[in-house]
């Protein structure tokens, strides 16, 4: 009888475990990582509260909005002001302020995260010294568009004659939810190129929809070649080309894709997954493919980066590497990382030296998944 | 700040590019035409966003604003509407299908076009036949506006679970998609319908049979 009811408790005690090993694995943390990310879910609301305490009435009226409202979906590729951006733009701010939002930035992204980031910027601030503009076609309020040769700005967002502008100080950070532990909030930076949108709830982060894009894809920053996209670039040639032809017969498109399928606005929609299934590659081969979806997820804070890539492999069978273009490192190339959970588009623009990508939870965009939980 | 993140905004720029390549922010000289179909048992949806260059803008605002006042009308809008959807072809199982119906569409102002960030978006549905279950194929063909527009076209994951997509065939310009589909029988009523009316059912029918006879 003893015998019974101890083969019955331990029984009890296996189930028991594997019940809970189940759950931790959907909700993508062990406990030990839920307090890592908790905590740093603490020093970001931390950091959020310094920069509020350094701003004055109305500079936080303007960087608040509340988390139901449509500020969420206001993002954009675009510079200012063809698409208009609302919250604090770094240009507006003090020294100080600037010096917050970049340090609330450090810690909400990983080291690699915040490098491209300021890459990204530092790529738009090559092209408002290069004094670019892009053209006007006319109309009440055009004026030809041109960022005047020394880059001054006329007015807060706008180029001379209501032109499109670049630059450092064209981007903007909003707070979408007020900055909690244990409510939804969103960090939401982003400017020409650049769309940055954390989502965060206690131990629950999700960066979906991202979009990190580059012009130029490569510039000169003291004596030293940066490529803000560069590893993204490399690791995708390097994956179609270890690819035997079998392989690459299944993973090629054989047509053009000359934009982001995915991209702004096109929120709650899936398309069929095409290309090659990452079962079909080998074991090497699907190291090669994380390696290269860990560029985007690797964006935020390595304590939220870890347990999405754990939920991303678990996804295996259902993932997709496609790709259209040529396979010559150097080449404009589009291709495509999708999942169950995950879409990852990278869209040269018709040339190599301008780059759209996108990135996306078709379940958890915004934090979808965590207002159900 | 962490150190060594923060980096003072003097920059030495040498641009690895050619300084005299104008910078486009978007697309200049292309129309885009980007169309999301959505396969269900019967019918097809179509989402079509159309954002024409900057540098063709003014050739769609001539296509557009028909009088030239500066304004859209309504029935300008509709008639361009109606144009390309006459212009987007649908076949199932080689027959052709021959009506969409616009659901919804959106205009962006004429001076959105002038700046390359005008999308118009056209919302359609075409009414499929009564289809036998199995393998089915729709071809997609958009035939608007041929010169200097690209394409994409793509099938949504269908929301009904009796649809299952097996391949996406396209021309290399994407102007042709066909989309091989199976469609699966409508399942029939659930257990978790008929068991509890099936279980009353059997209740009443014992309650009957048990139920003492009276003798006059």
């Known amino acids: ?373 | 700040m962490r150190a060594g993140r923060s980096t003072p905004l003097a920059i030495v720029l040498t641009t690895a590019v050619a300084a005299s390549i104008a910078v486009s922010a978007h697309r200049r000289d292309e129309y885009l035409q980007a169309a999301r179909l959505a396969v269900e048992p019967d019918r097809v949806e179509l989402q079509l966003d159309l954002t024409p260059g900057i540098a063709v803008a003014d050739a769609t605002i001539a296509d557009l604003d028909r009088d030239r006042d500066g304004v859209l009308s309504e029935g300008e809008k509709r008639t361009y509407v109606g144009r390309v959807l006459d212009a987007v072809v649908l076949e199932l199982d080689g027959r052709p299908i021959l009506h969409w119906q616009s659901i919804e569409s959106t205009f962006p102002g004429l001076n959105d076009f002038r700046r390359g960030e005008g999308t118009i978006q056209l919302h359609a549905v075409a009414t499929l036949p009564h289809q036998r279950d199995g393998d089915h194929h729709l071809a997609f063909r958009n035939t608007n506006q041929r010169d200097g527009s690209v394409y994409l076209a793509n099938a949504l994951v269908p929301k009904s679970d009796r649809v299952t997509i097996t391949a996406q065939r396209r021309d290399p310009a994407q102007r042709d998609l066909t989309i091989d589909y199976v469609l699966r029988a409508a399942p029939g009523a659930s257990a978790a319908t008929w068991l509890p009316g099936a279980l009353t059912g059997v209740a009443i029918l014992a309650a009957l049979l048990m139920r003492p006879s009276r003798t006059v």
């Open chain 1, 1 to 373: 009888m003893h015998s019974r009811l101890r083969i019955a408790l331990v029984a009890l005690a296996g189930w028991f475990a594997i019940v809970t090993a189940t759950a931790v694995a959907q909700r993508g943390a062990t406990p030990a990582s839920a307090g890592a990310q908790t905590t740093v879910t603490t020093r970001i609301v931390a950091s959020a509260q310094a920069l509020l305490n350094t701003l004055d009435d109305a500079g936080r009226a303007r960087v608040q909005f509340p988390f139901d409202g449509p500020q969420k979906t206001r993002w954009s590729n675009l510079p200012s002001p063809m698409f208009q951006r609302t919250g604090l733009r770094l240009g507006d701010l003090t020294s100080t302020q600037r010096a917050a939002v970049m340090n609330l930035l450090s810690i909400a992204l990983s080291r690699d995260g915040y490098r491209k980031a300021t890459d990204i910027m530092r790529g738009d601030e090559v092209l408002r010294k290069q004094g670019s503009s892009v053209p006007r076609g006319g109309g009440p309020n055009a004026g030809g568009g041109a960022v005047n040769p020394g880059g001054q700005l006329a007015g807060r967002g706008r180029g001379p004659g209501g032109g499109v502008v670049f630059g450092e100080d064209e981007y903007y950070l909003a707070f979408v939810g007020t900055p909690s532990v244990t409510t939804p909030w969103m960090l939401q930076f982003g400017g020409h190129h650049l769309a940055i949108n954390l989502t965060l709830l206690g131990s629950q982060a999700t960066m979906a929809p991202s979009l990190p894009a580059a012009q130029p894809a490569s510039y000169t920053f003291e004596g030293q070649t940066i490529r803000p996209l560069g590893r993204e670039n490399d690791k995708a040639f390097a994956l179609i080309n270890a690819l035997d032809p079998a392989q690459r017969s299944q993973a090629i498109l054989g047509y053009r894709v000359a934009d982001l399928v995915l991209g702004p606005g096109q929120e709650g929609r899936t398309i069929q997954p095409e290309g090659i299934r990452a079962p079909a590659l080998s074991a090497s081969q699907q190291t090669m493919l994380w390696d290269l979806v860990k560029e985007w997820t690797g964006i935020m804070n390595d304590a939220f980066a870890e347990p999405r890539m754990a939920e991303l492999r678990g996804n295996l069978n259902d993932t997709y590497f496609a790709w259209s273009g040529p396979t010559t490192n150097g080449s404009a190339a589009y291709f495509r990382v999708q999942g169950p959970t995950l879409v990852i588009e990278y869209a040269p623009q018709s040339s190599v030296d301008h780059i759209h990508t996108i990135y996306r939870d078709p379940t958890n965009d915004y934090g979808a998944k965590f207002a159900r939980r």
